[in-house]
Nanobody
Framework: EVQLVESGGGLVQAGGSLRLSCAASGFTFDGYSIGWFRQAPGKEREVVSCISSIDGSLYYADNVKGRFTISSDNAKNTMYLQMNSLKPEDTAVYYC?????????????????WGKGTLVTVSS
């Protein structure tokens, strides 16, 4: 059974940091683009960051550039999202996903597998 399980969410004050983890089972990251998405209350899901399996590029949404860092440990089949300088507007449920992403200047994605999400709450 394919699973992606996020962990590391929680409550943090503005300016603080959190590190999200996403452990995969039932498949390996090899050949997949992997990424993080988030959905804030009342808003649509948005992409946060993605590592492209097509061209190796790293994509970051403009509102997290310089603050968030995506990484992966393929030996552990785990991806991470280091989030620094958190802001109240970063409050959301964060999801990890695997599929395809890419396109410098014209970013696109289509994810095959999704985790169930982990809640990040940033207080002001």
């Amino acid at each position: 059974e394919v699973q992606l399980v996020e962990s590391g969410g929680g409550l943090v004050q503005a300016g603080g940091s959190l590190r999200l983890s996403c452990a995969a089972s039932g498949f390996t990251f090899d050949g997949y683009s992997i990424g993080w998405f988030r959905q804030a209350p009342g808003k649509e899901r948005e992409v946060v960051s993605c590592i492209s399996s097509i061209d190796g590029s790293l994509y970051y949404a403009d509102n997290v550039k310089g603050r968030f860092t995506i990484s992966s440990d393929n030996a552990k089949n785990t991806m991470y999202l280091q989030m620094n300088s958190l802001k109240p507007e970063d409050t959301a449920v964060y999801y990890c996903a695997a599929g395809i992403c890419g396109g410098v200047g014209n970013f696109y994605y289509g994810m095959d597998y999704w985790g169930k999400g982990t809640l990040v709450t940033v207080s002001s």
